[in-house]
Structure formats: C-alpha cells, structure tokens
C-alpha cells in the first residue's frame, strides 16, 4: 500500500508542477509522467478536462488511469481507494498547492485575478473495459477564461501547454453556447467540447478556445443583415413614389432589369388572360373590336425608353411589372411585360392579377391581347376608342388610325 501512496503523490506533485511551469509561461512544460517511471509504472491515460462557465471561472478534473493486470495491482488499489475515503486531506494538500502556484504565475501573465479552491480527490475502479484504478483530482479555477463581451476565451492561462503522448486535453462549455474557434486544429470536436490528444506541444499563444452564446450573430452577418433591411425599405419606397419617367412615354434610364429565368416563349398570346375574350374594359366599353395587326402598333412600342437601372433582385414581381409599365409611359402589353421579364404567360397573368386586385394597375382587352395601364393613365382618345397614343386600332378594328 506504501508504494501505491507514493505513486499518487507522485502523480500529484509531478503533474501539478509541470502545470505550474508551463501555464501562463514561456517553458511550455507540461505534463510528464516522470515519477510513475521513477517507480516502474507508468499511467496508461492522464486526461485532464476543463469545463469553462459562463462567468469565466472553469472546473477542472484530472484523472489518472492506471491499468490493474494483476491481482496484487488490484488489492493495492482497493486498500489506497480506502485510505483516500479515510483522509482525503493528506492527498489534496501539497496537489492544491502547487496549482495555487500556477494559478498565480497564470495570474501575473494574464493580469486577471485568480485562485484555486474546492481541492478533493477521489479513487474508484472502473471497467473501461478492462479493469482500471482512476484517481481523480478537481478543483475551482476562478478567472480562468478570459471574458470579452459576451465570448469566453480561454487558453491563456496554460499557455504553451505540453501533452505526452498518454495524456489528453478536453476543454468543455455549457449548453447555450458554441465552438466559435479553435487553435490549433482539435483533434476531436464534439457537440459542446473540444479534444487535443498528445503528444501535443503548444506553441506560445496555443492552445485557444474561443467560445459563444447559440444566439449571438457575428459582426459580418449583423452587418449583411442590415444591409438587406436597408435595400428592402429602399425598394418598397422606390415602388411608392412616381417613377421619374412622363406620361408621354419618355423614361430617364437604361435597360429593364430581367426578373426570374423562366421562358418567354411561355408567354405567347394572351387570350386566356384575367379579363378574358369579350370582357369589358375598365370603362365599361367592349375592347374586342380591334384586331391583333392593330394592336402591334399600340403605345408601348412608341416612344418607350427602359426605365432607371436597378438591381432586379431588389424588387418585388410586383415592383418589376409596375415598373415595366411606368417605363413605357403608363401603358403597355401584357405579353410584352412577359418578353421582357422572361416569365412565363402564367406567371405573368398571376402577378397582374395581383395588382389589378389590388388597385395598383388596370387592363384591358385590345384585339387579342390584354393591354395594362396605370390607374391614372391618359391617352387621348384611349381606352374608349381601343386604341392609344400610338396610332392602335379604332373601334373598326381597321388599324389605321382613321
């Protein structure tokens, strides 16, 4: 039993002094096992794990897993297991001293007060699946990670932190939180911690957890955001005001933007549109006289210069088709609004639905085809005649003109 008492202290004093020399300093000592060699046994694992709060103080567990091959290994084991329960003390004192002295060197480094306290020490058998005897340290850390709004960083306390190749570092967070990053690479990541496995000899500045609240949004994202509210009340204004063209058709920018990437060719003729064939129009007149050659002559191809460039994704359907129409001073075919949108008949006839439901736009049949217009469009001798500013078809259907 003597020898298995010596063999934990020895576990204690080693690991705990590699710790204060490489925490918070430039040695980048770690933790060796050098005592265990000292009596022939070596610890088959030193996991070593640290479970960070969200106020910056960590609890730390260090476990030593010896393998039992023996029934002597066994039995000594049992007897230490029951001298630890009887007297705990004895094992936990010179242990949390010496990682009172890293956290003090950790402490002048960092310039963040900090403290160890809550020492205790437990030993029990397990079956992993072989039989192992784990002695187990933990402790309190205050101060450990350091608190940066509403981020945990941790890592500077143990900087230049050094595992043998039987030891692992596992640092761990509460739920409500996140990996945000981690240097260097983990060897393992799960869902709320992070796993280095040695040999692993950190470099000044390593390792580095960097760790968030689930719903915090990083600046770039917060910044993305804004600029999309900004674009979308921009283009909900823009659809509200007059669109800088004259009711005479004249139109002060470039090209259309293009809507979705449907065909034109879906478009076709628009018999079957909203209003239908023979429906009355807006004022109450039947619009079906006039013939299709009389309506390839009505205003929309006149005079009709492309409305201001804008981003197409900035707008609405609505939007596009409003201000198609504007663009082509007031009026304009609905198969013409298809063409040069790129949407299908369908779609079309769905959006002007729309915004003839809505107030925001009136149509009417002209010959074959379905003619659209801003409620408050003008055209002299317009819509009671069938035919536009252009020169369309007269009431005859003659499309001349006279």
């Given at each position: 039993?003597?020898?298995?008492?010596?063999?934990?202290?020895?576990?204690?004093?080693?690991?705990?002094?590699?710790?204060?020399?490489?925490?918070?300093?430039?040695?980048?000592?770690?933790?060796?096992?050098?005592?265990?060699?000292?009596?022939?046994v070596?610890?088959?694992?030193?996991l070593?794990?640290?479970?960070?709060e969200?106020?910056?103080?960590?609890?730390?567990?260090?476990?030593?897993?010896?393998?039992?091959?023996?029934?002597?290994?066994?039995?000594?084991?049992?007897?230490?297991?029951?001298?630890?329960?009887?007297?705990?003390?004895?094992?936990?004192?010179?242990?949390?001293?010496?990682?009172?002295?890293?956290?003090?060197?950790?402490?002048?480094?960092?310039?963040?007060?900090?403290?160890?306290?809550?020492?205790?020490?437990?030993?029990?058998?397990?079956?992993?699946?072989?039989?192992?005897?784990?002695?187990?340290?933990?402790?309190?850390?205050?101060?450990?990670?350091?608190?940066?709004?509403?981020?945990?960083?941790?890592?500077?306390?143990?900087?230049?932190?050094?595992?043998?190749?039987?030891?692992?570092?596992?640092?761990?967070?509460?739920?409500?939180?996140?990996?945000?990053?981690?240097?260097?690479?983990?060897?393992?990541?799960?869902?709320?911690?992070?796993?280095?496995?040695?040999?692993?000899?950190f470099?000044?500045?390593?390792?580095?957890?960097?760790?968030?609240p689930?719903?915090?949004?990083?600046?770039?994202?917060?910044?993305?955001?804004?600029?999309?509210?900004?674009?979308?009340?921009?283009?909900?204004?823009?659809?509200?005001?007059?669109?800088?063209?004259?009711?005479?058709?004249?139109?002060?920018?470039?090209?259309?933007?293009?809507?979705?990437?449907?065909?034109?060719?879906?478009a076709?003729?628009?018999?079957?549109?909203?209003?239908?064939?023979?429906?009355?129009?807006?004022?109450?007149e039947?619009?079906?006289?006039?013939d299709?050659?009389g309506?390839?002559?009505?205003?929309?191809?006149?005079?009709?210069?492309?409305?201001?460039?804008?981003?197409?994704?900035?707008?609405?359907?609505?939007?596009?088709?409003?201000?198609?129409?504007?663009?082509?001073?007031?009026?304009?075919?609905?198969?013409?609004?298809?063409?040069?949108?790129?949407?299908?008949?369908?779609?079309?006839?769905?959006?002007?639905?729309?915004?003839?439901?809505?107030?925001?736009?009136?149509?009417?049949?002209?010959?074959?085809?379905?003619?659209?217009?801003?409620?408050?469009?003008?055209?002299?001798?317009?819509?009671?005649?069938?035919?536009?500013?252009?020169?369309?078809?007269?009431?005859?259907?003659?499309?001349?003109?006279?």
């Amino acid at each position: 039993m003597q020898r298995t008492v010596l063999l934990l202290v020895a576990v204690a004093v080693v690991a705990s002094a590699g710790l204060a020399s490489g925490g918070a300093a430039q040695s980048g000592a770690g933790l060796p096992a050098g005592g265990f060699a000292q009596m022939d046994v070596d610890p088959d694992d030193v996991l070593i794990e640290v479970s960070v709060e969200p106020d910056g103080d960590a609890v730390w567990e260090t476990q030593y897993r010896v393998r039992l091959a023996n029934d002597d290994e066994e039995q000594a084991f049992e007897d230490l297991r029951a001298d630890v329960e009887s007297d705990p003390d004895a094992y936990t004192g010179r242990f949390g001293e010496r990682m009172r002295a890293t956290a003090a060197v950790a402490e002048n480094a960092t310039g963040r007060e900090m403290n160890v306290t809550n020492v205790s020490v437990t030993a029990e058998r397990r079956e992993l699946p072989q039989s192992y005897g784990v002695i187990t340290y933990r402790f309190e850390w205050s101060n450990f990670a350091a608190v940066e709004d509403d981020r945990l960083v941790v890592g500077d306390a143990i900087d230049a932190l050094f595992l043998d190749e039987a030891s692992s570092l596992i640092v761990s967070w509460e739920d409500g939180y996140r990996l945000g990053d981690a240097s260097p690479s983990p060897t393992e990541t799960r869902e709320s911690a992070v796993v280095w496995r040695g040999p692993a000899d950190f470099t000044e500045g390593q390792p580095r957890v960097t760790i968030e609240p689930e719903g915090r949004s990083a600046g770039p994202i917060l910044a993305v955001a804004v600029g999309l509210l900004v674009a979308f009340v921009a283009a909900v204004g823009y659809r509200r005001r007059p669109w800088g063209s004259s009711r005479s058709g004249q139109s002060s920018g470039g090209p259309v933007a293009t809507g979705s990437g449907e065909s034109a060719a879906d478009a076709g003729d628009t018999d079957d549109g909203p209003d239908g064939p023979g429906e009355e129009s807006e004022s109450g007149e039947d619009e079906t006289g006039g013939d299709a050659d009389g309506g390839d002559d009505a205003h929309d191809d006149g005079g009709s210069e492309s409305a201001p460039p804008i981003d197409a994704d900035l707008l609405s359907n609505e939007e596009q088709v409003l201000r198609l129409v504007e663009a082509n001073g007031g009026r304009v075919k609905q198969k013409r609004v298809a063409e040069e949108l790129d949407w299908t008949a369908a779609k079309t006839s769905q959006v002007v639905t729309g915004l003839r439901d809505e107030g925001d736009l009136d149509g009417f049949r002209l010959g074959r085809e379905n003619v659209l217009s801003l409620p408050d469009y003008d055209a002299t001798g317009g819509e009671d005649g069938g035919d536009d500013d252009s020169g369309g078809a007269d009431e005859g259907g003659n499309g001349d003109g006279k």
